[in-house]
């Protein structure tokens, strides 16, 4: 929830995290440092549930049963 309050903010008319990827894409053309500061404070929430997301899968026990799966299969065919 945070990473949505946090990233999207202000919501009107855009989110403002749109907003600035916009910008950056476009070439960044007359961006200030506070507007880069600003890009990676919208932008943390947003790779902080990117990575917790990660974390849960990797850490899952269906992908861990996926893991060995394949590495078994790997060791069949050397």
Known sequence: ?????????????EPHIFGKLRWI????NGMQPADWFDTLFH?????????VGVLKV????????????????QAHRD
């Not at 990473?3 to 008319?13: E, I, V």
């Open 1 to 13: 929830m945070l990473s949505l309050t946090l990233g999207l903010a202000p919501f009107f008319p």
């Open 25 to 28: 894409a476009g070439g960044a």
């Open 43 to 51: 932008g943390f929430p947003w790779l902080l549930l990117i990575r």
């Open 58 to 73: 990797y850490n899952s026990e269906k992908f861990m049963a996926l893991l060995k799966s394949l590495r078994e299969q």
